[in-house]
């Protein structure tokens, strides 16, 4: 009878599913020294926003994490689309905000065309990244678009409520 336990106790051991252990942690790449120490306007986050986007030929998606001050502590390119479109989802945006124990946070991104009025798509994300920054605890301040020279702030348009 005792042979028939260990096969009973190798058949399970077959089937069983192994799972990964890990630790989650902020990478930094690179940094640099942002004079204004605390984004209070949309022409602030615009100011800085542009530092990354005013030369990109493809849309990327900025995620600047904010202290309790509106002091810039991360920012990360959370996503490169294509010339005229970018796939942005909640959980990337979240996710470096998160590891950032970020208060709020300001997004925006590039309009390669340099114009800058909002698609229905910029707007329908920000309603979503704003629903779901409600859920956890982390503000959306503003979501900015960069054009040549000339930004839009989805707040000021009044997308974020």
Do not use: W
Request: with cysteine.
């Amino acid at each position: 009878m005792g042979g028939k336990l260990s096969v009973v106790s190798k058949i399970k051991d077959v089937h069983a599913k192994r799972i990964d252990i890990v630790t989650l942690k902020l990478v930094k790449e690179s940094s640099l020294l942002y004079k204004e120490r605390s984004v209070r306007s949309p022409e602030d986050g615009y100011k800085l926003l542009s530092l990354f986007l005013s030369d990109k030929d493809r849309e990327h998606f900025i995620v600047v994490s904010l202290d309790t001050k509106n002091q810039p502590v991360s920012i990360n390119i959370c996503h490169i689309g294509s010339l005229n479109a970018s796939i942005v989802h909640p959980r990337e945006v979240m996710k470096s905000a998160i590891l950032s124990n970020a208060a709020s946070i300001l997004v925006g991104h590039n309009h390669p065309s340099g114009l800058v009025e909002p698609s229905r798509e910029d707007i329908d994300v920000t309603k979503r990244l704003v629903e779901a920054g409600k859920i956890i605890g982390i503000d959306v301040l503003d979501h900015i678009i960069v054009g040549d020279g000339v930004y839009t702030s989805l707040k000021e348009k009044g997308y974020l409520k």
